[in-house]
């Protein structure tokens, strides 16, 4: 009897420890690095549903003849600063895009530096959209031109 429940000490010891074992994950989690990028999208996407939406639409399709698309157009995908300032000063001009011209005003948005550059983040990275941050030190420079 003893030997009995020895035998049965010595075997859950055993697979206590191979289940020990097979519970380390086999590769160490890495550090994760797009924290900073996954903050300023959860953080843009509050700012766009609070200041975008109405008029660029839940899934930036815009609406037709009034507010244009922000799906891959060369104002979101293209240069950093003319995106920036179309935010900090409002667009008033005819543009086109996909072939349609849209001519009313957009109207400017005092937000703070790191706003814009979380918004703007979101956008271009939202919508199927796939562009590089911005940063709120790139906002500062481009509000810092417009003084
Ligand atoms: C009152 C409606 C309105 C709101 C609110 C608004 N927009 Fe616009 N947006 C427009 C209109 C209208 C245009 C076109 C302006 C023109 O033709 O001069 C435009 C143009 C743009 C453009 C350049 C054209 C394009 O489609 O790529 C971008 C980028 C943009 N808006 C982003 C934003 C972002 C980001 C916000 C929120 C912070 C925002 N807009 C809020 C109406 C709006």
């Given at each position: 009897?003893r030997?009995?429940?020895?035998?049965?000490?010595?075997?859950?010891?055993?697979i206590?420890f191979?289940?020990?074992?097979?519970?380390?994950p086999?590769?160490?989690?890495?550090?994760?690095?797009?924290?900073?990028?996954?903050?300023?999208?959860?953080?843009?996407?509050?700012?766009?549903?609070?200041?975008c939406?109405?008029?660029?639409?839940?899934?930036g399709?815009g609406?037709?003849?009034?507010n244009p698309?922000l799906?891959?157009?060369?104002y979101v995908l293209?240069?950093k600063k003319r995106?920036?300032k179309?935010?900090?000063?409002?667009?008033?001009?005819d543009?086109?895009?996909?072939?349609?011209?849209?001519s009313?005003a957009?109207?400017a948005?005092s937000m703070?530096?790191q706003?814009?550059?979380?918004?703007?983040?979101?956008?271009?990275?939202?919508?199927?959209?796939?562009?590089?941050?911005?940063?709120?030190?790139?906002?500062?420079?481009?509000?810092?031109?417009?003084?």
């Amino acid at each position: 009897m003893r030997k009995y429940s020895l035998t049965i000490a010595i075997a859950s010891l055993f697979i206590f420890f191979v289940q020990a074992q097979t519970k380390k994950p086999a590769v160490q989690p890495k550090k994760p690095t797009g924290t900073i990028v996954q903050t300023a999208m959860i953080h843009g996407k509050a700012l766009y549903l609070q200041y975008c939406v109405t008029c660029h639409q839940a899934d930036g399709g815009g609406v037709p003849n009034l507010n244009p698309p922000l799906i891959k157009t060369p104002y979101v995908l293209g240069d950093k600063k003319r995106l920036i300032k179309i935010l900090l000063q409002g667009l008033n001009e005819d543009i086109e895009i996909d072939g349609e011209i849209y001519s009313n005003a957009m109207p400017a948005f005092s937000m703070k530096d790191q706003e814009i550059a979380d918004v703007l983040t979101y956008v271009r990275n939202s919508f199927g959209n796939k562009g590089p941050a911005v940063t709120a030190a790139e906002v500062k420079s481009v509000r810092a031109t417009l003084k």
